[in-house]
């Protein structure tokens, strides 16, 4: 049988590059993203925690401490807890745990630790000696179109009626990208701090700085030369991800901005070649109505605490986030969502 080792460390730079290897297509996971992550995110102290098989890097799991989450967000509760978070701290819809043959030694580990735990973003809801329930779930929409346009032609007629009307009360706005290195100004950002005080499931507030990273392309719509809205994406392989926006809400009240964008994502990951498009896990009323698909996600809830965690598993379902149950029939009859 060969010797179970783990190994914890709080800096990315530190990682073996088994590390990358083994978290596959999860480009938030990256060594070099966590760097990124360590540098723009003044706040953030992870803890990347490692687990050999012998000499074989076989699972791993990243952390970090948070002093005021909101367990139960999705009551409206704003009730903060210490808790630690294993999940990755720019809210996407990817987790941050890997297991293979040490899955056990992993769960123990999490449970192991002092207090709350929440992991976030699981694809199922098999974790032993957890309360758990669901998350947001994430919004895919399938590219199975040619051109944009065959993407209109796919829409069932009231639906694509509603995009024509977004395309013509939006005429006015001037769309481009830019250099997000040199042309993510404060300005912008603004507009992003406007979407996250709105939001009632904000977990993190992420630094300028991170908006001007390599990693991403970022689109800006303007009205009269005035930013009134942008798009942060990321191109993974054959996945595009909407990461963050920013919205002048007193301008999206008069023309849909917001609308006028995620159809302006739909069209770059048409021509561009992407096969899906993960719209994230908020706004999905409107997503779904885009022609996205819910990809359930789960979260996994412990505490150190026997008392505590009785009470978790009896109010988990309780607090568990309640998917909308509308199948919106966004395409005509015949064609795939």
Request: glycine content about 6%; aromatic content about 14%; overall charge positive.
């Amino acid at each position: 049988m060969c010797k179970i080792r783990k190994i914890q460390t709080h800096e990315a730079a530190e990682l073996p590059e088994e590390w990358d290897l083994l978290t596959g297509n999860n480009p938030y996971m990256k060594r070099n993203f966590l760097a990124f992550i360590e540098k723009t995110e003044k706040d953030y102290s992870p803890a990347y925690h490692l687990f050999y098989e012998g000499d074989r890097l076989d699972s791993l799991y990243l952390s970090y401490p948070r002093k005021d989450y909101r367990l139960a967000m999705f009551t409206g509760s704003r009730r903060t807890v210490r808790a630690t978070l294993v999940y990755l701290p720019m809210c996407v819809t990817a987790n941050s745990v890997v297991t293979g043959n040490l899955r056990n030694a992993v769960w123990e580990d999490i449970r192991s630790i002092r207090g709350y735990k929440m992991i976030l973003n699981l694809d199922d809801d098999d974790v032993p000696g957890f309360a758990t329930g669901l998350t947001c779930p994430k919004c895919i929409l399938d590219l199975r179109f040619r051109t944009f346009d065959d993407y209109l032609a796919a829409l069932r007629s009231d639906y694509r009626m509603r995009t024509r009307k977004v395309f013509r009360n939006t005429a006015a706005l001037d769309i481009s990208f830019i250099d997000n290195t040199t042309g993510f100004s404060d300005e912008l950002y603004r507009l992003y701090l406007n979407v996250l005080n709105k939001s009632n499931l904000k977990i993190e507030t992420l630094s300028k700085d991170y908006f001007r990273g390599d990693p991403f392309r970022i689109f800006v719509a303007r009205l009269r030369g005035k930013p009134v809205g942008f798009v942060q994406l990321l191109e993974n392989g054959e996945e595009l991800v909407f990461e963050f926006v920013g919205i002048d809400y007193d301008v999206n009240e008069e023309i849909p901005v917001y609308h006028r964008m995620l159809y302006e994502i739909v069209r770059y990951g048409i021509d561009h070649g992407f096969r899906t498009i993960d719209f994230g896990q908020t706004a999905d009323e409107i997503k779904l109505k885009l022609g996205c698909r819910y990809v359930p996600l789960y979260a996994a809830l412990h505490h150190s605490n026997p008392f505590v965690f009785a009470l978790c598993k009896v109010l988990a379902k309780k607090l568990q986030y309640k998917p909308i149950k509308t199948d919106f029939h966004v395409f005509n009859q015949g064609e795939n969502k």
